[in-house]
C-alpha cells in the first residue's frame, strides 16, 4: 500500500515500514516539517516506488516481511547515494555496523524518539545538498584548506599542491564527495581499484595511511579522513564551502 502525501517542499522522504503505527507518526512529523512523504509497507512496493521516485531521503526498516531491510539498502545503494537512515530493532552493534557497511548513512534503534528521527533527516539532508553542490569544478573545504581540483585531478593544502598517486586521489574523492558517508573496505576497492585480480581489503588500508600522511596535519590524529571502527572509513567536514 502506498500513501503520497504532497507539500511545497520539494524534498520528498520515501518511508519503508511495515508497522503502521510507526509509519502514521513518522508521516505526521515529516509533513509537519513540510516534506512530501511516500511510504511503502512492503519491501517490493519501496524498491519500485524508489525507482519510480528517486526521493531525497529513505527510511528504511531493516525487519520487512518480504525483502531484508539489509538487501534492500544494496538494491539501492548500487543505484544511487540518496541518503538511507535506518530504522532498526537490533541493538547489538555487528547488526549496526553490517547496516552501516552495507551502504546506510546513518541509524536510529526502535523504539524511538520522532524528533530524533527528524534531526537526523534533517542533518542528513544537508549533508548531501552541500556536498553534491560543488560537483562540476572543485571541493574546497575549510576555506582552502584542502582543496580538490576534480577536472584537473590536482589537491593542495593550504595553497600547497599534494602529489597523490591516481588511486589515492580518486580515494580522496570518493570519500569527500559525500562528506559522513562511511564507506566499507570493500566498497572503496570497488570503486577504486575495480576488478583488479589479487587485491584484498586491506590494500585500502594502506592507501589510507599514504593518503593520510599526505593530507593530514598529524596522520596519527587524523580530521579529514576517520575510521568508523568496524565499518570502514568516512571524511569528515564540518564546514563545507
Same mark, same amino acid.
Given at each position: 500500500?502506498?500513501?503520497?502525501?504532497? $507539500?511545497?517542499?520539494?524534498?520528498?522522504?520515501?518511508?519503508?515500514?511495515? @508497522?503502521? &503505527?510507526?509509519?502514521?507518526?513518522?508521516?505526521? !512529523?515529516?509533513?509537519?516539517?513540510?516534506?512530501?512523504?511516500?511510504?511503502?509497507? &512492503?519491501?517490493?512496493?519501496?524498491? $519500485?516506488? #524508489?525507482?519510480? /521516485?528517486? %526521493?531525497?531521503?529513505?527510511? /528504511?526498516?531493516?525487519?520487512?516481511?518480504?525483502?531484508?531491510?539489509?538487501?534492500?539498502?544494496?538494491?539501492?545503494?548500487?543505484?544511487?547515494?540518496?541518503?538511507?537512515?535506518?530504522?532498526?530493532?537490533?541493538?547489538?552493534?555487528?547488526?549496526?555496523?553490517?547496516?552501516?557497511?552495507?551502504?546506510?548513512?546513518?541509524? +536510529?534503534?526502535?523504539? #524511538?524518539?520522532?524528533? @530524533?528521527?527528524?534531526? =537526523?533527516?534533517?542533518?542528513?539532508?544537508?549533508?548531501?545538498? $552541500?556536498?553534491?553542490?560543488?560537483?562540476?569544478?572543485?571541493?574546497? #573545504?575549510?576555506?582552502?584548506?584542502? +582543496?580538490?581540483?576534480?577536472?584537473?585531478?590536482?589537491?593542495?593544502?593550504?595553497?600547497?599542491? +599534494?602529489?597523490? &598517486? %591516481?588511486?589515492?586521489?580518486?580515494?580522496?574523492?570518493?570519500?569527500?564527495? !559525500?562528506?559522513?558517508?562511511?564507506?566499507? =573496505?570493500? @566498497? *572503496? *576497492?570497488?570503486? +577504486?581499484?575495480?576488478?583488479?585480480?589479487?587485491?584484498?581489503?586491506?590494500?585500502?588500508?594502506?592507501?589510507?595511511?599514504?593518503?593520510?600522511?599526505?593530507? @593530514?596535519?598529524?596522520?596519527?590524529? %587524523? $580530521?579529514?579522513?576517520? &575510521?568508523?571502527?568496524?565499518?570502514?572509513?568516512?571524511?569528515?567536514?564540518?564546514?563545507?564551502?
Amino acid at each position: 500500500m502506498l500513501l503520497l502525501i504532497e $507539500s511545497t517542499n520539494k524534498q520528498t522522504i520515501l518511508v519503508i515500514e511495515d @508497522e503502521k &503505527t510507526i509509519v502514521d507518526v513518522l508521516e505526521a !512529523y515529516l509533513v509537519k516539517e513540510g516534506f512530501k512523504v511516500v511510504t511503502a509497507l &512492503t519491501g517490493s512496493a519501496g524498491w $519500485s516506488t #524508489f525507482q519510480r /521516485l528517486k %526521493p531525497d531521503l529513505v527510511l /528504511l526498516d531493516l525487519m520487512l516481511p518480504d525483502y531484508s531491510g539489509e538487501e534492500l539498502c544494496q538494491m539501492i545503494r548500487k543505484e544511487s547515494d540518496v541518503p538511507i537512515l535506518m530504522l532498526t530493532a537490533k541493538s547489538q552493534q555487528e547488526d549496526i555496523i553490517e547496516g552501516l557497511s552495507l551502504g546506510a548513512d546513518d541509524y +536510529v534503534i526502535k523504539p #524511538f524518539s520522532p524528533k @530524533e528521527v527528524i534531526a =537526523r533527516v534533517k542533518a542528513l539532508l544537508r549533508r548531501s545538498m $552541500s556536498a553534491t553542490v560543488p560537483l562540476a569544478d572543485k571541493l574546497n #573545504f575549510h576555506d582552502g584548506a584542502l +582543496v580538490i581540483d576534480i577536472s584537473k585531478h590536482e589537491v593542495s593544502k593550504k595553497g600547497q599542491a +599534494v602529489n597523490l &598517486t %591516481p588511486a589515492e586521489f580518486k580515494l580522496l574523492l570518493t570519500l569527500a564527495r !559525500y562528506p559522513g558517508r562511511t564507506y566499507s =573496505r570493500s @566498497e *572503496l *576497492l570497488d570503486r +577504486v581499484l575495480g576488478d583488479t585480480a589479487d587485491v584484498y581489503e586491506r590494500t585500502i588500508d594502506g592507501h589510507i595511511k599514504n593518503l593520510r600522511q599526505k593530507i @593530514e596535519d598529524d596522520s596519527k590524529k %587524523p $580530521s579529514w579522513i576517520l &575510521t568508523v571502527f568496524g565499518a570502514g572509513y568516512k571524511f569528515s567536514s564540518e564546514r563545507f564551502s
